[in-house]
């Protein structure tokens, strides 16, 4: 049985010896490289370009500006195609632009056959700008008269909203206590290891091959299709070991453009290969949100509406537009499912990098500003902030307010008895005096989240796998879901060993996705991944299990119904330790009797439609040095109801991971853009601060495992989840130990030594 | 409808444009290339072997030698594996050799980082050798006390043979006539455009991918594993296009030492890339045979008895072993199916290269003795000989004698009345002097085989497709079958297009073969490909199509029984010219509706159990300049009854093909061994000479199209066939022009001034 044990990673050999193959390891002879022309100011139009002398620089093969590459408008967003046409995502780029609308806006590429005279011929090329204002702000694009960014949308992207649980001005007005305010989210970057990279070639006139470092392999062939207007049955997406995405990645961002070339350029293989500047501003950022609340609250502890009024900054470029708005709402109403709850989002475009998806798409924003509200609450009516969120989160039981769905596995209470016994709060809190004053005072803190497990029914949900039995008894199996470093391949062997019944070691993954034979599946986004593929896996497992059992019914003369596999041997399904025959005799048998057989394989497509809900919360006990301004956490733990945990140990990983990337949100990140000029600061890693190991504390992880009917194996997301709570348990913790409330991320000491002199505090 | 139409190939564009990647094409950073050193004896021992210096040199990575690779014996023969232990292949080969066994063979391997030190190396490596006297014939491999190349083989590897059609001897008694002759073949070489290629690494500790130009991904997959002992899963085989093989590359030759090399080197990649030197001798032949024959005819042209006692020539190895000469009999009893009739055949070993596999397996070999026999024959009671093989070949209804199985298609008679025909054999015969004199003499042979389409029930016969339906309504295609340049991925495009019912040029096939995800199949051999995949992508596409009507049922609300695919349309049954909805809107429905379908694939595993024995003849007519000892070739027309012609152009060039080869085996091509040292003298295209434009005439061919029921399409084999026949035919005209019998092969100048010499013409 390999479900809930920690295996070896699939491919741990190959990523700690370093033999694992990424993009850029991958090396065609006769490759020509490719760098864009960025604009260098954030708003207005190339009025004349010369490229005349870079194009005959020794080296150089050619130059395309905005007016060589196709009108066709696309869009970028890793979302599955709709039937739909009004829930297709916004198409508002081409390939290249004269329109310039944020600093770094892609102009032109040049294609050589060397990196350094790419450079070179990038300062050769000849822009004269007219420029205009750049509006670096939602508050600027939405001023009246303000200049469109793209014509005809009057810089909203969209708009929506939901109303649950009645109406809430009346609750407001009736209920014992009503708040309001207003918080603010910031700009951050994946800061995902290995940078955007693809190439593409062609073999014939007619198939381009993009090989990328992508988290949506199909996806990206449609995009590339629709991008170019060619069929997408001669697109071929072929994706290696990726060095993470974080939702980066579930854009379409280089992919077009290398097809493009390659098209243009006989078939001959053309890399781009971001640097991190580069990936810092021109691909994907997290929306930054500024959300406006309202609670009302019963002094019993009742919370009775929330109220959510989102703007959010998508930048210059639609990319998942307000979808991330959109689905982050949705969240809220599954934390608090029994209380009245509007939730409006408008999603703004401004002169700034165009924001995209990221770990949690949107949740971690307005659960920021849902969690920091609660705080106030329970601290307005003096109760205990846990015992607060116990009594109005979501509990087995409920449902989905707006869908009637129900929820099937609901542990958040456990998760939050669980937090609060490993932090010890009851106690420490009963330890502290009422109130601190010294330079360094402590605080604790705790905030919840829900999420989902794919995007059903906003978008569809499906998932392939293809299991082979190898004439050694051992298993190939192809998914189209994606490892992007998460333990993707890992788990889906587990899955397959342990419906199968061959041990663990036994099943081969192909990792590499190529879209020319790998089952389909929309890719690595929305916690989805484990959960969707369950049930493809395990319907898989299941059929192949069967032909296995009727062949073995051939070979040994006893009826299939009647055997079992374990442990890669035939038993009797009624005595399990009597074991009938080996797995590799009926494989051999299977391939090679010149009559009977074949080769046994289970190639299934399944489509899920249902969406568990994911809970959890995160506990932490942080020191504010006063001075310093300084945010020194001493404890953290994030408790997850995720269902069955497949594995233990990768499960942990992925719950430091998260919750180090919270902190980082929390204390550190942010991108710096100049309001006038629209220019970014900070776009490398010496001037964005990430926390390294020296910044992070110890994480303590723990899981209140439930069990999950709708997926194949009781699982449920864990993926993006982690990340989604610890910004505001950090910031409760910081209010509990110096009595302010902090509004706005990051909270560095910047943003502290402000509200600590707001407050009085020096 | 595709089948039957000479649609453009699939490759073609590929091809033309030098855009197909081919295994040296690819290039992963870091490659090492390994070079074999090989012994400049044909027979003996390494007594002592020092590679101490070679190990010295810069850029040389490591030496290995026979002490260093695995003991395992392992075999080398592109088969099936047999679930029958009597039916294995013959293992008698180590990675490398002490005991040497023909000139050039394996003794050590050098790997280094450049090709330039690799060749340094070798001379750096010193040995000492205990030298025994070269067997380079069957005969002095065969006498009494011969040293025994294998120990305990008595240098005879095999001995099998059929008997049908009653006692012989009597037959021969009461026949009018008996004659008898012996007759002899040389050894060839394949003269595949691309050199024997591969290389291999590993991108974790478990797994090796060989990339290789192989006719036989699946079987080298489990023979890397046998040499290696590892479990066949864990190794994955890779072909890109290949440059041809003819059966060459349906030896596993280079696939075990490159993995082994990987698996010693951390995995580095590692290729081979024999030069054409190494290739004409370290890889396979063509097996020499020498036939003894007896006939028995009687005065009205009814054939009585054929006997036929060969002795092949394997080389120094066992490669295919005694399975050609096994295979080949086996032919001729189709042939002339109411005769009675002895086959007997033993494979020797001697210190010459190895044969293996060539094009016709054999059969070219023993249809040139029978057809030789035949033409004394009809000579021998002054019959016409085409009106004698008219009167004694196979036709419609007639069985196999061994097996009694029925051919379901027969029309031989048909082709020889059509090569008649083309040829105007009995207007040149009659208009032609009884008895020719002067220098230029002509003359009109004729000669028929019978082929197999494929190895049952010998071997396994075992294919595989998969389908997928992409959303643009193409559709993509995987077989186990591989492309050789043959045509094979055109062929099962066309087969797919008209069974599920799109246009031709919907269908991509995945040309690359993937051992890991690519269907099962045995791989490109024994004229086999077309005739046993035809079933597969047969029933897959008709899977396909049900699956794809089903969903369009429940899109329509029209039952799916009521609906047809023609041209990529869904239409009505009852009415194909009514389209009712596009294919494209059933894909995308499939693919994207939240609820219903899923992406559509089918996937098939089929054996075949049957074998259509495909027929044909060669008519010549020729031109004997008697001083110069040379044959000119005026007009040669080839009729084949291959069943369906799937694809007429791509038909002819396979024919074209295979009657140069036929020429060339008889009048040009030979391996020249020193029959005191072994040492070969013409491993190279200097000295080894193969006809080339200005050699070869133009081809005549014409196809009697019969249908074959037990083919998915009506279709029967067509690769090999073609070789068959020309060189008896060639043989036989000169026969007819001179009145010279020359009973061995090639029919050089050189061997006809001997025969002339000999009958006095000068």
């Known amino acids: 049985m390999a479900i809930g044990k920690s295996v070896k990673r699939v491919d741990a ?37 010369d490229t005349r002398k870079a194009e005959q620089l020794p080296g150089v093969e050619a130059v395309f500006t905005y007016e ?39 102009i032109a590429i040049v294609v050589a056959d060397n990196k350094l005279v790419l450079q070179e011929a990038l300062k050769h090329i000849k822009i004269e700008y007219e420029t205009y204002e750049p509006l670096v702000s939602p508050q600027a694009s939405l001023a009246k008269n303000a200049r469109q960014i793209h014509a005809g949308s009057n810089n909203v992207i969209g708009e929506s909203g939901y109303k649950v649980g009645g109406r809430i001005e009346e609750a407001i007005t009736n ?10 989210t910031q700009m951050c970057q994946h800061c995902h290891i290995e940078n955007h990279i693809a ?106 509406a929330l109220e959510m009024d989102a703007v959010a900054n998508t930048g210059a470029y639609a990319s998942h537009g307000h979808s991330v708005a959109g689905a982050a709402g949705a969240k809220t109403r599954l934390l608090y499912p029994r209380a009245a709850m509007h939730y409006h989002a408008r999603t703004v475009y401004t002169n700034t990098p165009a924001a995209g998806a990221m770990r949690a798409y949107g949740a971690p924003q307005v659960i920021f500003a849902v969690e920091c509200m609660i705080e106030e609450a329970a601290r307005k009516i003096g109760m205990d902030p846990v015992a607060f969120r116990m009594k109005n989160v979501a509990r ?25 016994d490993l932090i010890r709060w009851d106690e420490k809190r009963a330890a502290r005096p009422k109130k601190q004053t010294g330079p360094l005072r402590r605080g604790l803190g705790v905030a919840c989240f829900s999420y989902a497990s794919g995007t059903y029914p906003a978008c569809l949900e499906i998932a392939g796998a293809r299991i082979i039995l190898n004439q050694d008894a051992s298993l190939h199996i192809q998914v189209g879901a994606t490892e992007i470093g ?21 099943v081969h993954v192909v990792s590499t996705q190529d879209t020319d034979v790998a089952p389909f599946d929309t890719g690595a986004y929305a916690s989805r991944q484990a959960y969707v593929a369950s049930n493809a896996v395990f319907r898989a497992a299941r059929e ?60 299934v497509s399944h489509k899920t439609c249902t969406n568990a809900p994911t809970f959890g919360c995160t506990f932490v006990e942080i020191e504010v040095d006063i001075p310093l301004c300084k945010v020194d956490i001493k404890e953290i733990y994030n408790v997850h109801d995720s269902g ?40 490398n890693f010496l001037d964005y601060k990430i926390p390294t190991a020296v910044d992070v504390p110890d994480i303590g992880c723990e899981f209140v495992e439930t069990y999950e009917p709708s997926s194949g194996y009781g699982n449920k997301a864990l993926g993006e989840p982690p990340i989604i709570s610890p910004p505001p348990a950090i910031r409760n913790a910081i209010y509990d130990a110096t009595g302010i409330a902090i509004n706005e991320l990051p909270m560095t000491p910047h943003t502290l030594f402000k509200y600590f002199k707001e407050a009085g505090l020096f």
């Open 175 to 184: 209920a014992d206590i009503a708040l309001q305010n207003r918080y603010r």
């Open 544 to 603: 192949l299990k069967a032909k296995i059992l009727e062949h073995a019914g051939r070979v040994t003369g006893i009826l299939g119904g009647e055997l079992d596999i374990l442990n890669g041997a035939i038993v009797d399904r009624k005595d399990l330790s009597r074991k009938v025959i080996s797995l590799k005799e009926v494989a051999l048998d299977a391939y090679y009797d010149k009559q009977r057989g074949g080769q046994l394989t289970a190639d």
């Open 486 to 506: 998460q333990g993707l391949d890992t788990i889906v062997a587990q899955m397959a060993a342990e419906t199968v019944g061959v041990p663990f070691a036994d």
């Open 644 to 683: 069955v945990i497949l594995h233990p140990v990768m499960a942990k990983g992925q719950v430091h991971g998260g919750v180090a990337m919270g902190i980082a949100a929390g204390l550190y990140e942010e991108m710096k853009i100049d309001a006038e000029t629209g220019k970014i600061y900070n776009n």
């Open 199 to 304: 190439y593409a070639y062609m073999d014939d006139l007619e198939h381009i091959v993009v090989v990328s470092s992508t988290q949506i392999p199909h996806i990206a062939r449609r995009i590339v299709g629709e991008a170019l207007g060619l069929p997408w049955g001669r697109i071929r997406i072929v994706k290696p070991y990726i060095g993470g995405g974080f939702g980066a990645k579930q854009d379409v961002i280089l992919e077009p453009m290398v097809a493009f070339l390659t098209l243009k350029l006989d078939g001959r293989p053309i890399k781009i290969d971001l640097s991190r500047e580069e990936c810092m501003i021109g691909t994907r950022t997290r929306h930054p949100f500024d959300v406006k609340m309202r609670a009302a609250v019963n002094k019993d502890g009742v919370l009775v």
């Open 68 to 106: 060589d590459v196709p009108e066709t408008k696309f869009a970028t967003a890793g979302h599955p195609y709709s039937l739909d046409p009004a829930h297709k995502d916004v198409e508002d780029r081409r390939l290249l632009t004269q329109h310039v609308r944020y600093w770094g806006d892609e």
């Open 396 to 420: 087995q039981g409920d449902a989905d307010p707006l869908s009637g769905e129900r929820f099937e596995s609901c542990g958040l209470i456990e998760c939050l008895q669980q937090g609060k």
């Open 13 to 49: 050999v190959a990523k700690v010896t370093g033999r694992a193959r990424y993009t850029d390891d991958f090396y065609m002879p006769g490759t020509l490289v490719a760098k864009y022309l960025r604009s260098t100011i954030a708003h207005g139009r190339v009025k004349k370009i």
